[in-house]
């Protein structure tokens, strides 16, 4: 008798350039097995709810999925190229086990409910507003498009509920996937760790007050402060170079990113001849891209509060070509 965990989520954090790897989708993951009492007790130490659904196998079901998670278990097979949304540790479990069944797993299809990977995304960051900001600077148009039920089930509790409701199509006979569900690990108590204590908007507004205060003294003086032009510069090239690396990851999601309109590595190029002080077309370009870019809002939902910081550049581009004249 086999009592055993088998997790795709297994991977090395510590491997050589982990992050970037997993930024460009270069990320490799694999099926690991241990123990079910170590599984428990890992949990458990966490306080983590852990939900056990009994699959409704046969005889017979149930042998074909022993042998093909001892078959992905080998060296040779158990690695695997890992995706967030297309390819991930649910998607794996739920791919071999519809392969094991001796006929056709029916799902029950969700009234009104075709929600976006972006909404999903902040379904699940919902109390960590920064990590929300931080997926929503990289996901792109794509990620705003509505998404299937199997799409959906990359998200391990949208794949229980689905579980919970789906038929075994056998021989022209039908019965439920699960027999039964009940809780493995009972929620303990976490321990969560406080982030930074103001959130993107709230730190958002705090640009725009200043930006405010920046723009009136620049237009009742008809200055423009160098300081305050670079750092909008600088800001808004990091986040350009972000998103220009984006364009060369195998995510399928952020390989459209409307918010590269602005947020792109051109204000890098014009650094020098905004510190010596000179006249450049970088800001009747930008004030074009602005434009484009508050259009692309209606096309692709943004990170919170990044507008805000267009809007003080595209103040910056109007004082600046007012100057010129």
Known sequence: MIDAAFNYGVFDFKKSMFVLRFVFGLTDYELGA?????????????????TEQVLNL???EKQKLQDALAE????ENKIYRYN??????????????????NGKVEYTEREDFTPSYRDMVHEMTRNNPWSRFGNDILLGIKADKSTTQREQEFLPHHLMYDFDRAQIYTNGQYRPLVKERRIAVPAGV?????GFPLSPMTCALILLTIGIIIFLIEWKKRCTFVVWDLLLMIATGIIGIVLTMMLFSQHPTVSLNLQIILFNPLPWLFLWPVIRGRQTRYWIITSVLCVLFFIG????SYAEGIWILALCLLSQCILHMIRVR
Do not use: M, W
């Open 34 to 50: 241990y123990p079910y009492k170590y599984f428990v007790q890992e949990y458990r130490q966490f306080g983590c709810l852990v």
């Open 72 to 75: 992905n278990l080998k060296p």
């Open 190 to 194: 976490q321990i969560t760790k406080s």
């Open 58 to 60: 046969t005889s017979e």
């Open 297 to 300: 809002a209606f096309f692709q």
């Open 84 to 101: 967030y949304f297309y390819n991930n540790c649910t998607t794996k479990a739920r791919d071999i086990i519809e392969q094991c069944i």
